[in-house]
């Protein structure tokens, strides 16, 4: 198992992190953005707001997320320790030529087997 699973729960930190990014949001947009369903990231912001780290503002019939100044600080600081445990990408190996399959061989097709002939009963006592 990686560090950053042992440490942070990857889809509540891509939550957080999302929300972090300017901009208005919409809970549809935060669940997306960090691989949840819409009732899972319903839950986590729940949890997050009683937390101080979020708030909810209803317009409409929509829901508009912002971070607190306590949810910056934790974002700021969680974005700083997501870039030093996740691994650097590796390097690109070198392109392996492509393997054509070889080409099959055509064959004649098999001639369908002849119907059986019908047989005809007589009604001769």
Do not use: C
Not at 83 to 106: D, F, G, L, M, N
């Amino acid at each position: 198992m990686a560090l950053r699973e042992l440490l942070v729960r990857p889809k509540s930190a891509g939550l957080l992190l999302a929300l972090a990014k300017p901009g208005e949001h919409y809970i549809s947009e935060l669940a997306r953005a960090s691989g949840m369903t819409y009732a899972y990231a319903v839950h986590i912001i729940s949890a997050l707001e009683k937390e101080g780290v979020l708030k909810q503002e209803k317009r409409g019939r929509n829901k508009m997320i912002t971070l607190t100044e306590r949810g910056q600080v934790v974002a700021t600081a969680l974005d700083t320790l997501m870039r030093e445990i996740v691994p650097p990408e590796a390097p690109k190996a070198e392109a392996k030529p492509e393997v054509k399959p070889e080409a099959k061989q055509e064959t004649a097709p098999t001639p369908a087997p002849a119907p059986a002939p019908e047989t005809t009963q007589s009604n001769n006592p």
